[in-house]
C-alpha cells in the first residue's frame, strides 16, 4: 500500500560491511547503512511533509507495519542488492499525548553512528484541523539516532528533528534507546512548543498580538488557511522557473543539488567526520560546486538554481500539490478574514514563527 508518489532519493556514499566505516581502525560504527539512514532520514519526512493526513491514517492503520515494510522495500529497490536490509522490527505505535497523536517507529537494529533506533511523527494539535481537511494537520518528525563515542566510553544517543526545508535539527543528547524514555522526551518538547504557538496571531497594521487560544475553532482555520495560501503563493512562482529550466535544460535534472544532497554524498573525510559527530548541517560548509552551468541563463534560471540549493523534492508532484491547494485557498482567503479587535482595521495572521 502506498499512497502518493515517493520521493527522489539521493545517492549517498555508505559502506555495507558490518564493521562500518573506520577509518584511523579505532573500532567505531562511522558509515550509516545507506537502506537504514534513508528510510528514516529521508523516506518518512518527506512523504509525511508531503501528505502528512495521509500518512497519519496510513499509520493508524491495522497494516501500518505492512505499510511501513512496503516503503522499506521502495527504498531497497533503489539500491545495489548487497546494500538492501531486511526489515526485521520494523513496527509502529500509536500514543496520544493532550491534542496530540503521535506514532513512534522502531527501526531494524541501530548500532552505526546517526542510523535511527526510533523516529515520531507527532500530529496535531488535531482539534484545529476542520472536519475533512486532513491535508491541513499540523506535522513534526523526531528521531533518536547512534550518538558518536570512542571506544570504552559509555554509549550515547543524539535527539533531533527533520523540517520540511528539509533541515537537520541536532537538538543534542538525547534519552536512553527505549520507547517510552522516547516518547518522554517528544511530550516535554512539544509540551513546551505548544505553550510558546499561543502568542502566535499578529495584526498586519496595528502589529497587536494575541493568544491563539481566544479564537474560535473556525477564525483559527481561517489563520491557518491565510497562512498556507502565502506560502503556496510565494512557492509556486519559484516551482516554475525551475519547471521552465529543467524544460529547457534537462541535463541539469541530474546535475543540480541540494546543499544538503552534496553533504551527504560528500566523500571527504571532514565532512564526513563532522556529519558524524553530530555537527548541524547547516553549520557544516558545503563543497563546492564543479558544475559547468550552460551559457545564456536568465535571472529566473539563476534564482531557480540558487532555490534549488536548499530544496529537494519531486518537481511534478510538488508543482500539482501547491497549484491545486492554492487555488482552493484562493477564493476563501479572499472572502474571509479576522478582524483585529484593537485597531478594527487590520487582518490577523498567524505568525509562521
Known amino acids: 500500500m502506498c499512497f502518493m508518489k515517493l520521493p527522489r532519493f539521493f545517492k549517498r556514499q555508505a559502506s555495507s560491511s558490518d564493521d562500518g566505516f573506520d577509518a584511523a581502525g579505532l573500532g567505531l560504527n562511522l558509515g550509516a547503512r545507506t537502506h537504514h539512514y534513508q528510510f528514516a532520514h529521508w523516506m518518512l519526512p518527506q512523504m509525511g511533509f508531503q501528505e502528512s493526513g495521509h500518512m497519519l491514517v496510513s499509520l493508524t492503520r491495522s497494516d501500518a507495519s505492512e505499510f511501513l515494510k512496503s516503503l522499506w522495500q521502495s527504498v531497497g529497490n533503489e539500491l545495489p542488492r548487497q546494500e538492501r536490509l531486511s526489515p526485521d522490527g520494523l513496527s509502529c505505535l500509536i500514543r496520544k499525548f493532550d491534542d496530540y497523536a503521535i506514532a513512534i517507529i522502531t527501526l531494524p537494529k541501530a548500532f552505526r553512528v546517526t542510523e535511527a533506533y526510533y523516529t515520531a511523527f507527532t500530529f496535531g494539535p488535531v482539534s484545529t484541523v476542520p472536519k475533512g481537511q486532513l491535508h491541513s494537520l499540523p506535522m513534526r518528525y523526531f528521531a533518536l539516532e547512534v550518538g558518536f563515542s570512542m571506544p570504552g566510553e559509555p554509549s550515547r544517543t543524539v535527539f533531533s528533528e527533520w523540517t520540511r526545508e ?40 496595528c502589529a497587536a498580538t494575541f493568544p491563539s487560544t481566544v479564537f474560535s475553532q473556525e477564525e483559527y482555520t481561517l489563520l491557518q488557511d491565510y497562512l498556507t495560501y502565502t506560502e503556496f503563493n510565494a512557492e509556486l512562482p519559484m516551482l516554475l522557473k525551475v519547471k521552465s529550466l529543467y524544460e529547457r535544460h534537462p541535463e541539469l535534472i541530474i546535475q543540480l543539488q541540494s546543499d544538503l544532497e552534496k553533504l551527504l554524498e560528500s566523500t571527504d573525510p571532514e565532512i564526513q567526520d563532522k556529519i558524524y559527530s553530530g555537527i548541524p548541517f ?22 531557480a538554481i540558487e532555490y534549488l540549493r536548499t530544496a529537494t523534492f519531486a518537481l511534478e508532484p510538488r508543482l500539482q500539490f501547491v497549484s491545486e491547494n492554492r487555488a482552493r485557498l484562493e477564493p476563501i482567503v479572499e472572502r474571509n478574514f479576522v478582524l483585529c479587535p484593537t485597531c478594527k482595521t487590520g487582518h490577523l495572521i498567524l505568525n509562521p514563527q
Open 282 to 303: 547547516d553549520e557544516i560548509e558545503v563543497p563546492v560546486d564543479k558544475l559547468t552551468l550552460p551559457e545564456g541563463l536568465s535571472k529566473d534560471d539563476e534564482e
Open 166 to 205: 528539509p533541515s537537520h535539527i541536532n537538538m543534542g543528547d538525547g534519552p536512553k534507546p527505549e520507547v517510552e524514555a522516547f516518547f518522554t522526551k517528544i511530550c516535554e518538547l512539544i509540551g513546551k512548543s505548544a505553550d510558546v504557538a499561543t502568542e502566535a496571531v499578529v495584526c498586519n497594521s
